[in-house]
């Protein structure tokens, strides 16, 4: 194992890790404050229980053999064959651990959409079993089984994570419902500073999730990172004019909506596109984005905080977009090229393919554990528990407390709702 | 006798109100942050193109409480510094107050004012 490869990679797999809570403060300054500690434990268990699942099986099940077509086995289940000696020195391990990483915030992309009213218990199993069933599968397929195969190119995740993700926000919302009062009585973002600051701790760990997907320090890694700059920037510049010019003003909102979507957008290119072209990608997925989050007013699904109109819409546009700037000549690799790099539509249907193949599967075996679980422990919390807020009823804690309430304690907290408050 | 003053006010009044009060003799004022339905425009935030109207404004009460004849005076220097003359300036209102008590030291009345 190359000593640099094996650095960055490392480094690569923490920034990726401190993702998903950088994502946990994006979705939870967007959410109403009675709920923000709902969503951060929504984040946070994925984090608990995704790693042990990982390890356990579902690196195995996602990955190896690397030839299966549908799905992996068991040969590197428990790390089995998984030596740090040897020819391998180690480097399939780091390959584990920091697919982990993505593994660990696939399934909590999912959680901004179903915000705000749904159980607890219910997530609790939802996210652990979506990864086993519907992540490490597409995962499989996307890299090294019948789709990558057939030519689809997805660099570092944006049909197997993003648009996969997406579309199981969608299916997730379908089952659960709309929050009541939705969407006449909307409730803003609780604290705009959190989302920031969530921002651009994606957009840090965003640099290992793309850049770290080269598996090397090679110069597929720096013209990855440079995308992941370029892209993240110029969507977020585009969804701020938009918005100056449709709606009146710069929002902060709209330049964080804009860099995450952007960084989607790239995702799936980030080493297969170079030049001008993240600037391209970044402002198509910022234009786009910033009128696709519309759609759910329109069609009636509440999606609470847009993960299917800035993750789903932006990883697909992102994908497809390889189909149009892949340049395997400046990366010196055998992929197809795209179509303004003479490679005509045999690329671009091979994303669309490999696409539509995941958000048909992914929609359908996500509705179906949806309705499973809406069928026995129950989806959605009681409407006294979704009107007072989620953190109290659901974990026993508050997100933040003033003197009066503190003083007031006792009596602060409705009877049916009190719940044992440790200090 | 002694009168208490209350007034609603725009939150960024609140120092001038303070210092008139301060310059015009009176030792001690209460402020609260409050939410009003009454009075001035809504304001309007905008999220992701999501417009929300926010019709109950943050707005500042004050309470001074003191001495019967002080009490005009004082509710014009509260008026006059609170004043922007547009909509949303918030009221005034004076009471009576029927007993004050210093909790410290057990002094009422007019003697507990000062």
Redesign the interface.
């Known amino acids: 194992m190359d000593t640099g490869d094996a650095a960055w990679v490392l480094v690569s797999a923490a920034l990726v890790l401190f993702m998903t809570p950088g994502l946990a403060f994006f979705y939870g300054g967007m959410d109403r404050s009675r709920n923000v500690l709902n969503m951060l434990m929504m984040n946070f268990w994925c984090l608990l229980t995704i790693p042990v699942l990982w390890v356990v099986v579902g690196f195995s099940l996602a990955q190896a053999p690397f030839e299966n077509d549908l799905i992996g086995g068991f040969d590197n289940a428990f790390l089995r064959n998984m030596p740090i000696t040897g020819e391998d020195g180690g480097f399939s391990l780091l390959v584990m651990v920091f697919l982990g990483m993505f593994a660990v915030i696939t399934p909590a992309l999912i959680s901004g959409a179903v915000a705000g009213r749904m159980r607890f218990g219910a997530w609790a199993i939802f996210a652990p079993v979506w990864m086993l069933l519907v992540f490490a599968p597409v995962f499989k397929w996307v890299y090294g089984g019948w789709l990558g195969q057939r030519g689809s190119l997805d660099f570092a995740g944006g049909t197997a994570i993003h648009v996969n993700a997406g579309i199981a926000a969608l299916a997730c919302v379908l089952v659960l419902g709309k929050r009541r009062g939705w969407p006449s009585a909307?409730s803003?973002?609780h604290s705009m500073p959190l989302v920031m600051l969530g921002t651009g701790i994606l957009w840090l760990g965003w640099f290992g999730f793309n850049a770290g997907s080269a598996l090397a320090a090679n110069g597929t890694a720096v013209q990855a990172f440079i995308n992941t700059f370029v892209a993240g920037a110029a969507a977020g510049l585009a969804w701020a004019l938009v918005?100056r010019v449709?709606?009146?003003?710069f929002?902060n909102?709209?330049a964080a909506?804009g860099i995450v979507a952007g960084l989607v957008a790239i995702t799936p290119g980030a080493g297969y596109v170079s030049g001008m072209a993240p600037i391209l990608i970044g402002l198509a997925a910022g234009v786009i984005c910033?009128y696709a989050?519309?759609l759910k007013?329109r069609a009636g699904y509440d999606d609470a905080l847009?993960v299917v109109g800035v993750h789903f819409v932006g990883g697909l546009v992102g994908s497809l977009a390889v189909g149009l700037f892949s340049d395997p000549q400046f990366f010196g690799t055998e992929n197809m090229e795209g179509l303004f790099f003479g490679g005509g539509l045999e690329l671009l249907f091979e994303q669309a393919l490999a696409n539509g193949v995941t958000i048909i599967y992914s929609f359908v075996v996500t509705g179906l554990l949806m309705l499973a679980l809406k069928a026995t422990i129950g989806v959605r919390v009681p409407d006294d528990v979704e009107q007072a807020g989620l953190d109290l009823p659901e974990h026993a804690e508050q997100a933040y407390h003033d003197d009066l309430s503190a003083g007031l304690r006792e009596t602060g907290v409705p009877s049916e709702l009190r719940a044992e408050v440790r200090t | 006798m002694i009168k208490l003053l209350t007034a609603v006010i725009r939150p960024h009044q609140l120092d001038a109100v303070r210092d008139a009060l301060v310059e015009a003799g009176v030792h001690g004022m209460t402020a609260t942050e409050v939410r009003g339905l009454a009075d001035g425009p809504d304001h309007t935030e905008m999220y992701r193109g999501a417009e929300y109207t926010v019709d109950a404004a943050h707005q500042i009460r004050i309470e001074v409480v003191v001495d019967l004849f002080e009490a005009e005076r004082l509710a014009e220097v509260i008026v006059a510094a609170a004043r922007t003359g547009k909509a949303g300036d918030g009221k005034l209102w004076i009471t009576d107050v029927e007993r004050v008590v210093r909790i410290r030291t057990g002094e009422r009345g007019v003697d507990a004012l000062h």
């Open positions: 909307g803003p973002p918005e449709r709606d009146g003003h929002t909102l709209g909506s910033c989050v519309r007013h847009d």
